[in-house]
């Protein structure tokens, strides 16, 4: 992935930059979440989370539950975000 690269050359921003909200929208258009690809946006949610873009993680992540509520790795990301930013959600969890 571009931007897990552009992390290991110590390239935050780019990365950041490259995952902006726009080009989030745009692939979610394009390829909307499935069960085909939950495991792709389960890794740009983790990387967001990593970055410190933890709203934008954490909307990417119910997004994720929403269709693969068996998601095990989304559950618990979820789980581990509501703690910290959403202390009432993640009672749901």
Do not use: C, H
Not at 49 to 75: C, H, M, N, W
């Amino acid at each position: 992935m571009i931007a897990q690269a552009r992390v290991a050359d110590g390239d935050s921003q780019g990365a950041r930059d490259y995952l902006s909200p726009e080009r989030m929208s745009e692939l979610r258009r394009k390829y909307p979440i499935s069960k085909d690809n939950f495991q792709i946006y389960n890794l740009i949610a983790a990387f967001l989370f990593d970055v410190g873009e933890v709203g934008r993680a954490y909307e990417l992540v119910k997004g994720i539950d929403e269709v693969v509520p068996d998601s095990k790795v989304a559950t618990l990301k979820l789980a581990d975000e509501s703690w910290e930013t959403d202390r009432a959600a993640g009672g749901d969890y």
